[in-house]
């Protein structure tokens, strides 16, 4: 994992904030130009924040008529040569799905935060929940591959931000940000870095002039596909059908083989260069908690709390949850006498660390479906009956 750059702390960058408006900081400092989105809780203090930060800052905001339209807004920002940005919960990522395939099929660089709450449906709007794991990996028909980052603080919210918008124009993709309710709505300290203190990723645009050798879809020897921006110099076809690298619908078994090729690969064979995480006393745990969002902050109560008391437990954070970081996971479960993964849902995480890992009945589950947040005394309940079983 990448070190967190150091931030020297003076009156004017320490801030006591809410985790959506530094959500909302975190993608100003990154250069996000446009937001579109649509209320809905608990994700609208993002835009609000947007509304009055971001013509500040010489941007645009529009609020759209929903959540669908507000995605397909920021596709199309985004493809004149800008940053962009929505926000929103459960139900407005459900109705983007159709938008967000388009925007992996046309490889958009793009950034939709989710601010996850309980569901499915209208759920608990005000209550905090993890459910939205597997659906911003698999929401999207079809084989692809995605990008999905989240945070258990609100340092890591803004560095996490910003890494969303690094990944959208790294590798030419939509990013997710899995927030949660918990997490956007808690007060507490975040020192705002200074310009430059965090390396910025600017869009890759064609050194190519001539109309005719600019090929929209061609990627380059590292792997990085530059972009023109469009009604520019460039005229070229923009298509959620399997296309050539000009861009034009192709039905070619050789052309459609190697762009979902290119799709996967662009991401999955970079899982090390994505793979964001943050280890806590794993060098001699024999218990290893594995959380990620609001739920890590009870994770690292309890295992700070039980070593004061002479117990071995470690914590590995995720903050990149696709793509899924198997082999960090089974290098952390090797040595240990078992694993609990700590999440609010019925175990999403759990299933995919458990076919991570050689010894899969290892793995535990401690979690909370209720609207409220895990706790420590939950996660040690859990622990305790395993350890009751003799394992």
């Known amino acids: 994992m990448n070190k967190t750059p150091e931030t020297t702390e003076t009156s004017e960058n320490i801030k006591f904030m809410q985790g959506n408006d530094v959500c909302a900081q975190g993608a100003l400092y990154a250069g996000v130009e446009f937001f579109a989105g649509y209320p809905i809780t608990p994700s609208t203090e993002i835009a609000e924040q947007m509304a009055m930060q971001l013509p500040k800052h010489g941007g645009k905001f529009m609020q759209m008529e929903d959540e669908i339209s507000s995605l397909c807004a920021i596709i199309g920002a985004s493809l004149t040569g800008h940053k962009v940005m929505t926000a929103t919960s459960g139900p407005g990522f459900s109705l983007m799905q159709e938008a ?14 989710n601010v996850m709450r309980g569901g499915p449906s209208t759920g608990l709007p005000t209550h905090v929940g993890q459910g939205d794991v597997n659906q911003a990996r698999y929401g999207v028909h079809g084989d692809h591959a995605i990008i999905a980052l989240t945070a258990s603080n609100h340092q890591d919210i803004f560095r996490m931000t910003v890494e969303a918008f690094n990944f959208a124009e790294t590798y030419r993709t939509p990013v997710i940000l899995l927030l949660d309710e918990m997490t956007g709505h808690l007060r507490e300290k975040v020192v705002l870095p200074e310009p430059g203190a965090i390396p910025l990723v600017k869009r890759l645009r064609t050194a190519v002039s001539n ?12 792997g990085r596909l530059p972009m023109s921006d469009f009604g520019e110099h460039h005229r070229y076809n923009v298509t959620g059908l399997y296309h050539d690298m000009w861009g034009f619908p192709s039905e070619d078994p050789k052309i459609v083989y190697g762009l979902i090729r290119h799709l996967f690969d662009k991401i999955e064979n970079n899982i090390h260069q994505i793979a964001r995480f943050r280890k806590y006393y794993l060098k001699d745990a024999d218990i290893l908690l594995i959380s990620y969002g609001a739920a890590a902050r009870s994770a690292l109560h309890l295992v700070e709390n039980r070593r004061r008391r002479g117990e071995k437990l470690g914590l590995l954070e995720l903050q990149t949850l696709w793509p899924f970081p198997g ?42 479906i209720d609207g409220e947040l895990i706790t420590p005394t939950d996660i040690r309940n859990i622990k305790r009956v395993i350890q009751g079983k003799g394992i």
């Not at 967000?100 to 935060?113: D, S, W």
């Not at 700590?342 to 995480?349: K, P």
């Open 211 to 222: 109309g005719v050798d600019y090929h929209p879809y061609l990627p380059r020897e590292d």
């Open 327 to 368: 082999e960090i996971i089974r290098e952390a479960c090797r040595n240990v006498k078992f694993t609990i993964v700590v999440e609010m849902n019925m175990g999403q995480v759990l299933e995919q660390v458990r076919l991570s890992v050689d010894t899969p009945e290892k793995i535990f589950l401690a979690n909370r």
């Open 100 to 113: 967000l395939g388009y925007a992996v099929m046309a490889e958009i660089p793009c950034v939709i935060v």
